[in-house]
C-alpha cells in the first residue's frame, strides 16, 4: 500500500504519495524544498502519513 | 502490614507490553535512544575562525538569537516537569518513558547553547548574554489591536501550575484537560509554530554568510529532537481531545492567549537583508495548519488571517524553546 502525505503551505495543497515512510519523507522534502524553500521534520510528516490507494497524487 | 499483592499486585508492576511496546509513542522513545548526539564532541573551531572575521552587525543579528534559544532551551528544561508526572498520574507508561528521553534532550540543548556562547562568542557569563537580548518595549503592535505576551517565561510556568495542581486533585478528566492546554502551549505553540522560523532563519542566515558550520549543525540536531517532541505533544492532544472533544476548545483557548506573538512578524525578519520576509509568516501558517491536523482539530482561520494579513504591522521577540 503506498502512503501519502499533503502539503499545507498557503495555496498549495500538492498531494505526495510514495511505497514507504522512507520515500515519503524524501519526496515531501524534496517538494517543500523545491516549491516553498524550506523542509518538513521527518516526525511530522510521519506523524499524518496515511495509506493511500495506488495512484494518487504524484 | 499490607501483603506484597496489596501494595501492588504482582501482575501490575509490569508496565511494559506488546501493544504500547508497538505503539507510536514507544516508537518515539526507541528513536531518541538510538540519536544521542553531545554537544561536546562538536568541532568550535571554524565557528571561531568565522566569529572573528564577521562584521559586528553579523555577529550581533546572530547572538540576539542564540542568547534567547539558550535561555529559552533551560525555560523549557526546567519547566517539564509536570507533564512527566501528568503523563504518571494518567498511567501512560510509554508518555513516561518518552518524556524521560524529552527532558534530556532539552538539557543537551541547553548545553550545546552554553557550549557555543563560551566557545565561539567568548559569553560565559549570564550578565554577558543579558546584554544582547534586546528590550521588548518596542514589539508593540501601533493599531492596539494585539498584545505580545511571553508564553514561554510567563505561560509555561502558569499552565505548568495548573496541570501540577490537576494531578494533585487525582481528577482524570482535570489532569487530562490541563494536559492538553499544557502540551499545546508547550509542543504545539512555542515548539511547533512560534520557534520554527527561527530555526530556519539561522540556518538561512548563515547559509547566505558561508558561516558558523557548526551553529548550523547544532541547530539541525535540536531539530531532528523537537520534531519528537512537537508531534508527541500533538499526538497526546490528538488522543485525549478523541476521548473527550470538548477539550478541543481548551486547546485553542491557549493559543488564542498568545495568538499576537504568531502575527507579529519576527524582528529578525527585518534585520536582516536579503531575507524572503513573507516567506516566514507563510511558514507559520502551514505549521499551525499541520499542528491543528496532528491534533484533530479545526483550524482557527482568522488567526491564519492575520497571520497573513500585510496591513498587520508589527514586530515580535524571537521565541525559542
Known amino acids: ?58 | 502490614m499490607a501483603t506484597h499483592a496489596e501494595i501492588r499486585p504482582v501482575e501490575k508492576r509490569f508496565r511494559l507490553h506488546p501493544e504500547l511496546m508497538a505503539g507510536p509513542v514507544y516508537r518515539k522513545y526507541e528513536k531518541a535512544s538510538r540519536k544521542i548526539w553531545d554537544p561536546k564532541l562538536l568541532d568550535y573551531e571554524q565557528d571561531s575562525a568565522d566569529w572573528a572575521r564577521m562584521t559586528e552587525g553579523q555577529r550581533e543579528g546572530i547572538v540576539t538569537i542564540t542568547v534567547r534559544f539558550e535561555g529559552g532551551e533551560q525555560e523549557v528544561t526546567d519547566e517539564l516537569l509536570p507533564m512527566l508526572a501528568a503523563a504518571h498520574a494518567l498511567g501512560r507508561f510509554d508518555w513516561v518513558m518518552y518524556l524521560a528521553t524529552f527532558m534530556v534532550e532539552e538539557a543537551r540543548h541547553s548545553e550545546f547553547f552554553n557550549l557555543w556562547h563560551s566557545r565561539v562568542a567568548e559569553l560565559d557569563r549570564p550578565e554577558e548574554k543579558a546584554r544582547h537580548w534586546p528590550p521588548r518595549d518596542h514589539t508593540v503592535d501601533p493599531s492596539g489591536r494585539f498584545t505580545t505576551g511571553e508564553p514561554v517565561y510567563e505561560g509555561l510556568p502558569k499552565y505548568g501550575k495548573k496541570l501540577t495542581a490537576a494531578v494533585e486533585t487525582g481528577d482524570e478528566a482535570a489532569i487530562e484537560g490541563a494536559f492538553v492546554q499544557f502540551a499545546t502551549l508547550y509542543c504545539a505553540w512555542i515548539e511547533g509554530v512560534l520557534t520554527m522560523p527561527s530555526y530556519e532563519i539561522v540556518i538561512d542566515t548563515t547559509e547566505m554568510w558561508d558561516v558558523l558550520p557548526t551553529l548550523r549543525l547544532g541547530f539541525k540536531s535540536i531539530l531532528g529532537d523537537e520534531g519528537r517532541h512537537i508531534t508527541f505533544g500533538t499526538q497526546a492532544s490528538r488522543i485525549l481531545i478523541e476521548k473527550n472533544p470538548a477539550y478541543e476548545a481548551l486547546a485553542h483557548d491557549v493559543i488564542d492567549e498568545y495568538r499576537a506573538n504568531a502575527v507579529g512578524m519576527l524582528e529578525y525578519q527585518r534585520n536582516v537583508p536579503g531575507l524572503e520576509l513573507e516567506k516566514y509568516q507563510r511558514q507559520k501558517v502551514r505549521h499551525y495548519l499541520n499542528r491543528c491536523r496532528e491534533m484533530g482539530i479545526a483550524p482557527d482561520q482568522t488567526l491564519v488571517d492575520q497571520i497573513l494579513d500585510p496591513e498587520i504591522d508589527f514586530v515580535v521577540g524571537v521565541e525559542a524553546g
Open chain 1, 1 to 58: 500500500m503506498a502512503r501519502r502525505w499533503q502539503c499545507l503551505e498557503v495555496g498549495c495543497g500538492a498531494v505526495i504519495t510514495a511505497g514507504s515512510d522512507d520515500e515519503l519523507v524524501e519526496a515531501a522534502n524534496a517538494h517543500v524544498g523545491e516549491a516553498h524553500g524550506s523542509y518538513e521534520l521527518e516526525e511530522m510528516i510521519l506523524a499524518v502519513a496515511e495509506e493511500s490507494p495506488e495512484g494518487e497524487g504524484s
